[in-house]
Every structure is written in structure tokens, then in C-alpha cells.
């Protein structure tokens, strides 16, 4: 082949948005300015990076949390019955499935930091529209614009932390993740105690703002952090942008670590997976390689689901109101404070005890309270509302419920995100991913749209069959999922093989 021809296939392997020479000026002028004495640990080069595309997850929090603390409202101005608000609930799953379909290729073509940036406009524009809502149309067009930047969001920021991570830090990085969603969904339960729904609407953005960048804050000094943080390495790699990716790795290690190791690994995995197949199609799903992992990822995010933490966080006012609590919306935010806590918890201990071990945890204790809430809610059926007997079985309901969000908190809330970041194919991560996480939304948005009818039709009866859900969710930890704690991504793909 002559150098005329192979260069033209480079070029063609290269994605659509070129950004390397960004990162490659960015490291030279830190160097310039001084600053490279500061990110020379890779531990504080990483956790800046982190922490900036911590931003998406917190507006995909505070899109959960934003139903809870409205409903009363929305429903009185806009005149909506029961069935209306669900759907309104419900579509910004519908939108983030959407979102999801699209989110692999996005993440392959433009790469993982141009994937938060186009999900920042129409998360923006969704708030918008919701603020302004006279009737269902604009609410629900809202809704399910903002949905569609969620969806981006929960398939990219995971993968991109995964990828950017060292081995012996990725589970605590890659919990900061959900760590980010549960603040979300704090400040919209917080916010909502004290701000009217328009004006909530409105304050669900500013986060998006930051990350869209361009003409919009220019002049504020958060853009320079996002425009300089290096796109994730393997990405680099695989679309064969060679000088960009080490220079993106250096960078994430620090300029003086010596990373010719983890260059040569990600290398070799890169050219055996191009190796293997260098399309990918549906019908490679099949081989062991892939399917298992696949099913691994897709079960835990569909269970995730299904053991019903979103019918909780989106109508827990409403379940607080049907336990007798008197001050509903304050109580659901204290949930929020607790799961922020509980998460925080999950993040330091995930690169300690490992994954298996709190997933197993975190199952069976959301078995246990659902259990109790269940019993609670059927028992009250049986005494007067005037008795102490049924005050009691509503501070058992409140207690099981805030017990179930802690334990969810500790491993089924932040470890299928990152199992699913880490145990997927390169080769086939954008198209695995966007059908994890399409399944993820899928049930999500089937569990948002019925938790109230379910609630309103029998309360023991939701949270029992919530239960069966958690407690089949501890045998298929146990039979299937690998432990993944203190293995590099690369010897992950090698696991499956």
C-alpha cells in the first residue's frame, strides 16, 4: 500500500470533530503558565476532569427529582388529572430513550466531550419550554426534550470517567457519576420546597449553561476548564489519533509519569479489536465475547429499574402523604440529603470492598425495606386512622422507604453504571451501550408511568412486587456478575474472551 493510500485511510478513520491539537496546546500552555507543577498527580488531573463533567449528571438529577415536589402545583394550574401527570412524569424517559439509541454513535463520531455539549441543547431549551407552559403540549415537549439530553448524558459521562480513570481509582471516580445524580435530585427536592414550579424550571438549567460553553460564557472561567480537559484516551485511540492519545494520557497521568505501559496495553486492545471486526454488526452480539457482558450490563441497569427507586423518588411526596407524614415535601428532602450521603458512602468504599460484595449488600437491604413498607401499608388497612397502631405503621412505611433509598444508594445506584462502563467491548461500546442504556430507560420510564396508578391501586401491592424484583436481583449478583475491582479495562475484555 503507498503512503498516499494509507493516509487516506487515517483520514477516514478520523472522526468528525478533530479536537486533539485542543488537549495537545492545552498541556503546553499549562506548562507555559506554571501550572504543571499542579496537575503533575494524576490523581488531581483526573479528578478535575471528573468533577467538571459531573456537571450533566447533576442535571440528570435534578430532571428525577423535578416531578416530586411539583405535582401539587402543576396539577392545580394546568388543571391536570392523575393519568396526565404521569405521562408528563413519565416522558422524560421517553425522550432519554431516544437519547439513548442515538448516544453510542454520537460518542463514537464526535467523541465523549462533544456528546455533553450537544446534550446540553435541548436540556436548556426543555426547561424552557416547561417554565412557559400553558397547556400539556409545551410541558410535554419540555419534558421530552430535556429527556433526550438526559439520555446522552447517562450513557457518555460514565464511559468517559471509566475511560479516563487509572485502574485502582475508576470505582470511586465512576460512582461520583450517581454521587452527582443524587445532589440533582437534592437541590430539586431543596428548591422545591421554597420556589414556585415555573421558576424551578428555569433554575434546572444553569448547570447545562456551563456545559454548552461556546458564545454563551465566553468569558467565564469554567469555560477554559471544559475546553482543556482531554477527550478520553482509548476513544483517541481507536479512531486512530495516535499523537492526541498519549498526549490526552500524559496529561491524565501527570507530565512526569512515565505511561509507555498503559500506552502499549491500550494499544494492543485497540488493534485486536479492530483485529476481530472492524464493522460492527448485530450479529457479533452472539459470540460469548460480547453477549456476556452485554447481558451482564443490560440486567443490572433493567433491575435497577424494576426494584422501582424512580416510582419512589418521582412520587415520593405523595407516597410520604399516603404514610400520614404531614410535611411530605419536607421529608423528601430529607430522602435526598440521606441518598446524596449514602452515595458519598458507596463512592469511598466501591475500591475497597469491590463490587459483588455491595451490589449483594445493597440488594438485600432494599429486599428487607420494601418488605417492611409493604406490611406497613397493608397493616394500616386493618386499624383506624385515629389510633396509635396506625401512626406507628406510618413511621415504619417512612423508615422502610428512607432504609430502601440508603441501601439502593450503596450498590445498585452507582455500581450498574460503572460495571457497564467497564466491562463492555471497545469495539462494540457504542452500539452495547446504547442498548444498555436504552433498556435502563425503557423500564425506567415503564416504572415512572405506573408507580401512581400502581400506588393508587394498592400500596402493599407496589412495594411487594418491588420486593420479588430486589430479591431476584441478589441471585443474579451472585450467579453473574464478575468482579471488576483492581483490573484495568484492558484485562477486563481479556476476562471475557
Not at 124 to 147: H, P, Q, V
Not at 354 to 360: I, P, S
Not at 435 to 457: C, H, K, R, V
Amino acid at each position: 500500500m503507498s503512503d498516499t493510500e494509507e493516509a487516506r485511510n487515517n483520514d477516514l478513520r478520523r472522526p468528525f470533530i478533530h479536537t486533539g491539537s485542543w488537549y495537545r496546546m492545552g498541556s503546553r500552555q499549562s506548562s507555559m503558565m506554571g501550572s504543571s507543577q499542579v496537575i503533575r498527580d494524576s490523581s488531581i488531573s483526573v479528578l478535575a476532569c471528573v468533577l467538571i463533567v459531573a456537571l450533566g449528571p447533576i442535571q440528570f438529577g435534578f430532571t428525577c427529582g423535578y416531578s416530586s415536589p411539583t405535582q401539587a402545583a402543576i396539577t392545580k394550574d394546568l388543571g391536570l388529572t392523575v393519568s396526565e401527570y404521569s405521562v408528563f412524569g413519565s416522558l422524560s424517559n421517553v425522550g432519554a430513550m431516544v437519547g439513548a439509541i442515538a448516544s453510542g454513535q454520537i460518542a463514537e463520531y464526535i467523541g465523549r466531550k462533544g456528546s455533553l455539549m450537544i446534550a446540553a441543547i435541548p436540556n436548556i431549551i426543555g426547561w424552557l419550554c416547561i417554565s412557559f407552559a400553558k397547556d400539556t403540549s409545551f410541558l410535554y415537549m419540555g419534558r421530552l426534550l430535556e429527556g433526550f439530553g438526559v439520555g446522552i448524558i447517562s450513557y457518555t459521562v460514565p464511559v468517559y470517567i471509566a475511560e479516563i480513570a487509572p485502574q485502582n481509582m475508576r470505582g470511586g471516580l465512576g460512582s461520583v457519576n450517581q454521587l452527582s445524580v443524587t445532589i440533582g435530585i437534592m437541590l430539586a427536592y431543596l428548591l422545591g420546597l421554597f420556589v414556585p414550579w415555573r421558576i424551578l424550571a428555569v433554575l434546572g438549567k444553569p448547570e447545562t449553561i456551563f456545559l454548552i460553553n461556546d458564545s454563551l460564557t465566553c468569558s467565564n472561567h469554567f469555560f477554559c476548564c471544559l475546553f482543556f480537559i482531554p477527550e478520553s484516551p482509548r476513544w483517541l485511540a481507536k479512531m486512530g489519533m495516535t499523537d492526541d492519545f498519549e498526549t490526552s494520557l500524559q496529561v491524565l497521568r501527570g507530565f512526569e509519569t512515565d505511561i509507555t505501559v498503559e500506552v502499549n496495553e491500550i494499544k494492543r486492545s485497540v488493534a485486536s479489536s479492530t483485529k476481530r471486526s472492524s464493522t460492527v454488526r448485530f450479529v457479533d452480539l452472539k459470540r460469548r465475547r460480547y453477549y456476556f457482558p452485554l447481558m451482564v450490563g443490560i440486567g443490572l441497569l433493567v433491575l435497577q429499574q424494576l426494584g422501582g427507586i424512580n416510582g419512589v423518588l418521582f412520587y415520593s411526596s405523595t407516597i410520604f402523604e399516603s404514610a400520614g407524614v404531614t410535611s411530605s415535601n419536607a421529608a423528601t428532602f430529607g430522602v435526598g440529603a440521606i441518598q446524596v450521603v449514602a452515595t458519598a458512602i458507596s463512592t469511598w468504599l466501591v475500591d475497597k470492598a469491590g463490587r459483588r460484595l455491595l451490589l449483594t449488600i445493597s440488594s438485600v437491604g432494599m429486599t428487607i425495606s420494601l418488605v417492611i413498607v409493604a406490611a406497613a401499608f397493608y397493616l394500616k388497612g386493618f386499624v383506624s386512622h385515629d389510633s396509635d397502631m396506625y401512626s406507628m405503621l406510618s413511621i415504619l412505611s417512612v423508615v422502610g422507604v428512607v432504609a430502601m433509598v440508603v441501601s439502593f444508594s450503596l450498590g445498585m445506584g452507582p455500581i450498574p453504571w460503572l460495571i457497564m462502563s467497564e466491562i463492555l467491548p471497545v469495539n462494540i461500546k457504542g452500539l452495547a451501550g446504547s442498548i444498555a442504556t436504552l433498556a435502563n430507560w425503557f423500564f425506567s420510564w415503564l416504572i415512572t408511568m405506573t408507580a401512581n396508578l400502581l400506588l393508587a391501586w394498592s400500596s402493599g401491592g407496589t412495594f411487594t412486587l418491588y420486593a420479588v424484583v430486589c430479591a431476584f436481583t441478589v441471585v443474579f449478583v451472585t450467579l453473574w456478575v464478575p468482579e471488576t475491582k483492581g483490573k484495568t479495562l484492558e484485562e477486563l475484555q481479556a476476562l471475557f474472551r
